[in-house]
């Protein structure tokens, strides 16, 4: 805050005065003819300690306060990322993110601060000499203003250049971080596929971009370095221009131990200080794009609010597991055509819907509004009879269960911790989930059983086996609403059986809404909604829809092959459920 950039330029400026006041006072003992005298030395003592005291806490507070800053730049850059409308993923790369969170931050932690610190002491050095040179040497206020205006035109030509430099570098080093991960990921098909050189080469270009940009930064800064060392020796010839001509014309008397010691200030100023400052300065102003950066992270449009008061009279939500979907219309973006576009159905309590359409059609996005990933531009969504805008997102999120397409364990927890990660549920309850899963006997063969490590990426499960654990949670949960987002389409036949089998028996009653990759998954399911063009084309039992012919969804079945159609349709019209 204000208060303390304040405080902190009171402390420098104290501290640096009392570093003059010494300096002067021991040229004046230099003169004294008794120069014996304790009291002489007492006073140097005690105003070296003062400087002593007054550097230690002035580097304390400066580097507090600074890394204080740097650590609430970083907490509210997570906040807000965390809060973040899901298009603020679909905008952003992970190289994008990881960098805001690795360079830059690094920089805010490591870098910036120290900068800062070597900054502020030397202006104040800097301020310092010039300030004594100036008392001692009045006629230099005449070399001050050229020298001046010539410096400010160069830094100002030297920040212009440098900011958008830096930026440009770290544009450039975004894609490097996004690529090493593709290639990481995706190492074993590169391969396989013989794409090394491509990818070679595609990386060499994203290189190449980095470093232009990074060495023209460093070009421009030795530019600006030598202009300032000739700065600085203008500054240290005119004043022993002015200190000679003074002193051998007598115009007026100069105390020639505090001129001596004003000029050797000046020419250490010249020779280390003044172009370490000027340099020092710019690296501000460029570090200082970091926290710009931090900073548009740390403004986010949020999502909804997590709790709102009506959440306190709706503690029995669901009271039921119907939903209606009223004219519904999403979009990922407003730039961006609709994803759903105006869409109506209504599902009864304990149903069972299979939702198809081609990559596109809108399915996932149907999954995300329910959710409220995605927000009604228009329309609204009922659920048991409450519209679930009016809830906060954590009841309309912890009223569902979701079994998404690719299964999330979180690495470096424990399997127990997985399954209930709010520790809600007895041992008992979480054995007997597992086992409706067949997962328990697989745990138990682990060693440490339930209180076993999750490895980073659930690597210590196969797909299938995470894919089980996850529906295992939603057991535990006892959800009136399971939403499958495709879970079956990354595992094999045996475990898509144990998937359906377990939902079939343990959600006796619980509205299901399923993303069918597999149709024969929901073949024998209440109803089928087809999408297509963020629509819906068909609406129905499955026995319905495969009447209708030419209907999307009996061209579908079709396609599968005669064989697999045959069975489809048998199993359709064997159903028990009514058109």
């Given at each position: 805050g204000v208060w303390v950039f304040f405080t902190l330029f009171i402390l420098f400026a104290i501290t640096q005065?009392?570093?003059?006041a010494s300096i002067a006072q021991i040229g004046k003992w230099a003169e004294q003819k008794d120069q014996d005298s304790p009291s002489w030395l007492r006073l140097i003592l005690v105003l070296g300690a003062t400087v002593v005291i007054l550097s230690l806490l002035r580097g304390w507070l400066s580097f507090y306060f600074l890394i204080k800053a740097s650590q609430n730049l970083h907490d509210l850059m997570t906040r807000s990322v965390l809060l973040s409308k899901i298009e603020f993923f679909d905008t952003n790369p992970v190289g994008r993110i990881l960098n805001r969170f690795s360079a830059d931050v690094g920089i805010c932690d490591d870098i910036l601060p120290l900068t800062i610190y070597d900054f502020m002491v030397g202006a104040f050095i800097a301020l310092g000499s010039i300030a004594m040179t100036i008392v001692v040497l009045p006629f230099m206020l005449l070399a001050m203003p050229p020298l001046i205006w010539y410096f400010i035109r160069l830094r100002r030509i030297f920040i212009t250049t440098t900011r958008e430099l830096k930026r440009l570098e770290g544009l450039g080093r975004s894609p490097i971080f996004a690529m090493l991960g593709e290639a990481n990921s995706g190492v074993a098909t590169i391969r396989t596929n013989n794409s090394i050189n491509y990818f070679r080469d595609r990386f060499e270009k994203i290189q190449d971009a980095?470093?232009?940009?990074?060495?023209?930064?460093?070009?421009?800064?030795?530019?600006?370095?030598?202009?300032?060392?000739?700065?600085?020796?203008?500054?240290?010839?005119?004043?022993?221009?002015?200190?000679?001509?003074?002193?051998?014309?007598?115009?007026?008397?100069?105390?020639?131990?505090?001129?001596?010691?004003?000029?050797?200030?000046?020419?250490?100023?010249a020779g280390t200080n003044f172009p370490w400052i000027v340099r020092q300065s710019a690296e501000v102003v460029n570090q200082m794009v970091s926290v710009e950066r931090i900073s548009a992270f740390g403004k986010l449009p949020p999502e909804a609010d997590l709790t709102v008061k009506y959440d306190e009279s709706a503690k029995s939500w669901p009271a039921?597991?119907?939903?209606?979907?009223?004219?519904?219309?999403?979009?990922?973006?407003?730039?961006?055509?609709?994803?759903?576009?105006?869409?109506?159905?209504?599902?009864?309590?304990?149903?069972?819907?299979?939702?198809?359409?081609?990559?596109?059609?809108?399915?996932?996005?149907?999954?995300?509004a329910l959710l409220r990933i995605l927000e009604a531009e228009r329309g609204k969504i009922d659920v048991g009879d409450v519209d679930i805008s009016k809830l906060g997102l954590h009841m309309v999120r912890g009223g569902m269960s979701v079994i998404p397409q690719t299964p999330v364990l979180f690495s470096g927890c424990t399997v127990r911790e997985n399954l209930d990660p709010f520790c809600e549920?007895?041992?008992?309850?979480?054995?007997?989930?597992?086992?409706?899963?067949?997962?328990?006997?697989e745990i138990d063969d682990i060693p440490k059983g339930l209180d076993s490590i999750v490895a980073e990426g659930g690597s210590n499960f196969s797909v299938g086996q995470r894919q089980l654990i996850c529906l295992a949670r939603a057991i535990l949960r006892k959800s009136k609403i399971l939403i499958?987002?495709?879970?079956?389409?990354?595992?094999?036949?045996?475990?898509?059986?144990?998937?359906?089998?377990?939902?079939?028996?343990s959600f006796v009653g619980a509205t299901i809404i399923s993303v069918a990759h597999r149709?024969?998954?929901?073949?024998?399911?209440?109803?089928?909604?087809?999408?297509?063009?963020?629509?819906?084309l068909e609406n129905g039992s499955p026995k319905y829809l495969l009447s209708l012919k030419g209907g999307h969804f009996a061209s579908m079945v079709e396609n599968t092959g005669i064989q697999m159609a045959r069975r489809l349709n048998e199993r359709a019209n064997n159903s028990k459920k009514k058109d």
């Open positions: 005065t009392s570093a003059l980095h470093t232009r940009a990074f060495f023209s930064f460093v070009a421009s800064s030795r530019w600006f370095a030598f202009r300032v060392d000739f700065i600085a020796f203008l500054l240290v010839a005119f004043s022993s221009f002015f200190a000679v001509l003074f002193q051998d014309q007598g115009w007026f008397g100069v105390d020639p131990a505090v001129l001596g010691l004003s000029l050797t200030m000046l020419l250490q100023l039921n597991a119907s939903i209606k979907v009223s004219n519904l219309t999403v979009r990922y973006r407003a730039s961006l055509p609709s994803a759903l576009s105006d869409i109506a159905f209504e599902i009864e309590s304990g149903q069972r819907v299979g939702v198809v359409g081609r990559t596109g059609s809108g399915k996932s996005s149907l999954v995300q549920y007895d041992e008992h309850a979480i054995r007997n989930a597992l086992s409706d899963v067949q997962m328990m006997h499958l987002d495709e879970p079956t389409a990354n595992v094999d036949t045996r475990t898509d059986e144990l998937l359906q089998t377990a939902i079939s028996k149709l024969e998954s929901i073949i024998d399911y209440d109803k089928i909604l087809v999408l297509g063009g963020g629509k819906i």
